[in-house]
Nanobody, 125 residues
Framework: HVQLVESGGGLVQPGGSLRLSCAYS???????????LAWFRQAPGTERDGIAA???????SYADSVKGRFTVSRDNANNTVNLMMNSLKPEDTAMYYC?????????????????WGQGTQVTVS
């Protein structure tokens, strides 16, 4: 049973930084040869969008909207995936979700992801 718990959200001024963390369990190399971890976000009235993903080899990919400002990293020893967000803008305001999927990273289409956390709110104002 896969569990994902996000933390680190909050209120930050434009131009500021915030670091999100996601603690995961139920994803072990013994069970899955490889798995992908990702961050999505969803603002009110909009669709959920993938913004960053990282595979078991540490290879990361980003949506154009966050490229150069956000950095995703994973700590397999501590079962966490982090999202460092710099140069935050008001349009970054959203609920941020951690997601996991067995195998290599699928597309950022949320329909291809089956494991989700409950989300953490980020407000840039």
């Amino acid at each position: 049973h896969v569990q994902l718990v996000e933390s680190g959200g909050g209120l930050v001024q434009p131009g500021g930084s915030l670091r999100l963390s996601c603690a995961y369990s139920g994803l072990t190399i013994r069970v899955y040869n490889t798995y992908c971890l990702a961050w999505f976000r969803q603002a009110p009235g909009t669709e959920r969008d993938g913004i960053a993903a990282i595979d078991s080899d540490g290879i990361a990919s980003y949506a154009d909207s966050v490229k150069g400002r956000f950095t995703v990293s994973r700590d397999n020893a501590n079962n966490t995936v982090n999202l460092m967000m710099n140069s935050l803008k008001p349009e970054d305001t959203a609920m941020y979700y951690c997601a996991a999927e067995r195998g290599y990273c699928p597309s950022f289409d949320p329909r291809y992801w089956t494991n989700w956390g409950q989300g953490t709110q980020v407000t840039v104002s």
